[in-house]
């Protein structure tokens, strides 16, 4: 018996000591898991400190963004879906979104501006919103715009009605402050539009009749209303309206607490999202649109009129005004870096002091060189450079490079050289003055353009 017992008792020690040596691989390795884990979130957290802080020092370390990062515009276009076959482009905005500034505009182009050659001859498959629906093609409602504005826009982004529906619902709705009473009905299209004037939370469905209403059902002696004279009638209150809805779409979608919710943002833009902006040039800018503020946003509509239908061969269309317009997207696209806020002063030789002309950039020489192996480039930025309102005296080639540089030869102001990045989207600022230069700036087109 005693030596079964002793038995027994070496074996339940033997057992202890295995179960011993098993937990001490364990412990290891728990703590090697938990070393890694503290070096990779000390790492994590260095690079978002790099990246700024905060949420969008957070938001550029995980998607990897880009850091230099220059003014992208977009054609947007609202297309509404619901009569079958038939899409309606509903909205038409240029949108600009300047990262280094943090300002953006808005430019709404009414759906009924006229694209043809002759107005007494109008029809209405000539008006811009009739351009997508003929092919889905949204690249010549874009040449038209680009036609109209003088802008180089690139890129467009066709939203769906159920893109617009879908994400103010995930978003969990928009606070909005509705200007007037909205009654209207067209069972043709399904649409129904019921909203009371005032602020509430909108849920897609009603954010779509906001964007969509342009006037009231007609009274029974066939009479409609529509917005306020003050406010902008009819297609133009609509386009107002839809700009100050997308601003808080923007300042509501940006809330840190919706950087959970990006999964189901980008399945809605997947879904109901057309555009030719790439996912790798788009995430480079969502850092930066999360501290956006709205106040730094210009919304306006482009000038112009609606003429006699007598005129128009009985069609409404709008005809917008060739010089009116080019001074505004002067106004909104290229002057707003010097005239908002960042103003220098000259002291003259009496001791005032005066602000700089925004005319000093049409005395500035500019030389443009092409460094980027693309032919079509060296075009593309001068023509931007003079729809900017620059100067271009000389281009050229030079040897092949990587970066697009911005190289001050002429002591020239700060605000303008950055101006001038803004108006091309690239480029690092350099000084390296010569007196005998013969432009003030030279300009070298890189591989990055």
Known sequence: MGKKQM?????????????????KPIKKILLILLLVLLIAGGVFAYKVYQNGGGTSGMLATVLNSKKDVGEIKALLLGISTDQEGVELTDTIIVASYNPNTQKATLLSIPRDTYTGKSTAKATAYEKINALYGRKHRPDETLEAVNEITGLN??????????????????????????????????????????????????DGNKAEQLVRFRHSNPDRYGRTTSYPVEYGDNDIGRMRTQREFILQVVKQTARPENIFKLGEILDVAKQYVLTNIDFNVAKDYIPYIVEFDTANMLTESLPGEVPSLSKTNNVSIFVYDKQETK?????????????????????????????????NKTNLEIEVLNGSGDSSSLTKVVNTLKGAGFNVTRTGSTTTTSKTTIINKKNVKETLLKNIKDVIGKGTIETSEASSSKVDITIIIGKDY
């Open 7 to 23: 038995n027994n008792k070496e074996i339940k020690n033997n057992k202890k000591k295995k179960n011993k040596n098993k937990k």
């Open 153 to 202: 826009i690139e890129y467009y982004v066709v939203i769906k009605t159920e893109a617009l529906i879908k994400l103010v619902d995930v978003i969990g709705g928009v606070t909005f402050n509705v200007p007037i009473d909205m009654d209207y009905d067209d069972t043709s299209q399904d649409l129904h539009i019921h909203l009371k004037a005032g602020e509430q939370k909108l």
């Open 327 to 359: 001074k505004l997207v002067q106004e909104l696209f290229f002057d707003r870096d010097i005239t908002e806020g960042n103003e220098e002063a000259q002291t003259t030789e009496n001791g005032t002091t005066t602000e700089i002309s925004n005319t």
